[in-house]
């Protein structure tokens, strides 16, 4: 990426505490409102991105970036209002990012015509997570909060019940090279303990396929989305949540086309279009195991782990969590944000970091 483009970063402060509370799905809500707000604001067409669970990171052009920063306090301000979760937010740029030893380099991963994930490489987002983080490092970059405009959520909704597994483990799973071997490697040890590979479009791999969606009406998500979409117009909101939800729902059971809905389009769309692998300087899943699979998996991990090769966060969940951000469904632009529920990434997170900083001692001690 260009030296004067932007990592903007949003990230809720102790998430840990509101999974605690069982509010991650609303966790989960207000990451995805960070992309949401900045894609409807600027362009998506231009704003690399990559959800994680209980924040985002974007990547967004010098000339965009005040808009960009508008749309994002707009959501921290409304997390605070509404949601009572703190968001902090940073927008820092790349050329910093590489004075500190990082860089930021992106690939598209095309999930379907129109929609695209970001493989972004460089270490540059570790570097700008940390610096977001740190009170002093940030408050240079920080986002500026008061009198924040409501942000642009138009398209944000989470109708859908959580995807239950059917194998018997949802696992969110972060690992990362020490450098020791490549990318690659992994990619296969992984397949050789699933049966598949993981960062491929295998149908073994998807989660959001038409046999273990979910709706119920109401939508128990519908309140979440009223919340963030509509504050201080909770009815008018609410009626048109519940209005589109009876329409979906008749198209849903008839396989009728209602406007520009299309059941028999949208459902093997959706199974496309969802954000459960991503790849770039880390490896991050959300997979549906079996316990013979998950016991394979961890132990080629741990086994990898104590050998210096890679580090690794894991997190095991009964059901999985999916935000969907529909852009403009008659030209199938939509995507859908999964997550392990009960803290999926968040706490895959956390204990990635702590294994790292572990690797980190122990290769200073033998120094």
Same mark, same amino acid.
């Given at each position: 990426?260009?030296?004067?483009?932007?990592?903007?970063?949003? +990230?809720?402060?102790?998430?840990?505490?509101?999974?605690?509370?069982?509010?991650?799905?609303?966790?989960?809500?207000?990451?995805?409102? #960070?992309?949401?707000?900045?894609?409807?604001?600027?362009?998506? +067409?231009?704003?690399?991105?990559?959800? !994680?669970?209980?924040?985002?990171?974007?990547?967004?052009?010098?000339?965009? @970036?005040? #808009?960009?920063?508008?749309?994002?306090?707009?959501?921290?301000?409304? $997390?605070?209002?509404?949601?009572?979760?703190?968001?902090?937010?940073?927008?820092?740029?790349?050329?910093?990012?590489?004075?500190?030893?990082?860089?930021?380099?992106?690939?598209?991963?095309?999930?379907?015509?129109?929609?695209?994930? /970001?493989?972004?490489?460089?270490?540059?987002? /570790?570097? $700008?997570?940390?610096?977001?983080?740190?009170?002093?490092?940030?408050?240079?970059?920080?986002?500026?909060?008061? +009198? /924040? #405009?409501?942000?642009?959520?138009?398209?944000?909704?989470?109708?859908?019940?959580?995807?239950?597994?059917?194998?018997?483990?949802?696992?969110?799973?972060?690992?990362?090279?020490?450098?020791?071997?490549?990318?690659?490697?992994?990619?296969?040890?992984?397949?050789?303990?699933?049966?598949?590979?993981?960062?491929?479009?295998?149908?073994?791999?998807?989660? #959001?396929?038409?046999?273990?969606?979910?709706?119920?009406?109401?939508?128990? !998500?519908?309140?979440? &989305? @009223?919340?963030?979409?509509?504050?201080?117009?909770? %009815?008018?909101?609410?009626?048109? /949540?519940?209005? &589109?939800?009876?329409?979906?729902?008749?198209?849903?059971?008839? !396989?009728?086309?209602?406007?520009? %809905?299309?059941?028999?389009?949208?459902?093997?769309?959706?199974?496309?279009?969802?954000?459960?692998?991503? @790849?770039?300087?880390?490896?991050?899943?959300?997979?549906?195991?079996?316990?013979?699979?998950?016991?394979?998996?961890?132990?080629? *991990?741990? $086994?990898?782990?104590?050998?210096?090769? *890679?580090?690794?966060?894991?997190?095991?969940? =009964?059901? $999985?969590?999916?935000?969907? %951000?529909?852009?403009?469904?008659?030209?199938?632009?939509?995507?859908?944000? @999964?997550?392990?529920?009960?803290?999926?990434?968040? %706490?895959?997170?956390?204990?990635?970091?702590?294994?790292?900083?572990?690797?980190?001692?122990?290769?200073?001690?033998? =120094?």
């Amino acid at each position: 990426m260009p030296d004067d483009w932007y990592v903007l970063a949003a +990230d809720i402060v102790r998430s840990s505490d509101a999974v605690a509370q069982g509010r991650y799905k609303e966790v989960n809500m207000v990451g995805a409102a #960070a992309i949401a707000a900045v894609l409807n604001r600027i362009g998506s +067409d231009r704003v690399p991105f990559v959800f !994680g669970g209980d924040g985002a990171m974007l990547l967004v052009p010098k000339h965009d @970036v005040e #808009a960009a920063c508008d749309a994002l306090a707009g959501v921290v301000g409304l $997390a605070r209002q509404v949601m009572e979760l703190e968001l902090r937010a940073a927008a820092i740029p790349v050329s910093h990012l590489r004075v500190l030893g990082g860089d930021v380099r992106v690939r598209k991963y095309r999930l379907s015509p129109g929609n695209h994930l /970001a493989m972004i490489l460089g270490d540059g987002l /570790a570097i $700008a997570d940390r610096i977001l983080k740190d009170q002093e490092k940030s408050r240079p970059f920080a986002i500026s909060i008061p +009198d /924040a #405009a409501l942000p642009p959520l138009d398209g944000l909704s989470c109708r859908w019940e959580p995807l239950p597994s059917q194998n018997g483990h949802i696992v969110s799973l972060i690992v990362k090279p020490s450098g020791r071997i490549p990318m690659q490697d992994i990619l296969r040890g992984l397949a050789d303990k699933l049966g598949y590979d993981p960062s491929t479009d295998d149908s073994r791999a998807r989660l #959001a396929d038409k046999s273990r969606l979910r709706f119920r009406f109401p939508p128990t !998500g519908t309140r979440h &989305e @009223v919340r963030l979409g509509s504050p201080g117009r909770h %009815f008018r909101g609410r009626a048109k /949540a519940l209005l &589109e939800a009876v329409v979906f729902m008749i198209s849903y059971h008839t !396989g009728w086309r209602i406007g520009p %809905f299309d059941p028999k389009r949208y459902f093997p769309e959706l199974g496309l279009n969802t954000d459960h692998r991503k @790849v770039g300087d880390s490896l991050q899943l959300v997979l549906d195991m079996t316990p013979e699979q998950l016991g394979r998996v961890e132990e080629y *991990l741990k $086994a990898g782990y104590a050998a210096g090769d *890679l580090v690794y966060g894991l997190h095991v969940s =009964a059901s $999985a969590l999916m935000t969907c %951000f529909v852009e403009d469904i008659s030209n199938s632009r939509h995507i859908h944000f @999964v997550d392990g529920a009960d803290g999926g990434f968040s %706490f895959a997170a956390a204990e990635f970091k702590k294994r790292q900083a572990e690797m980190t001692a122990k290769a200073a001690g033998q =120094a």
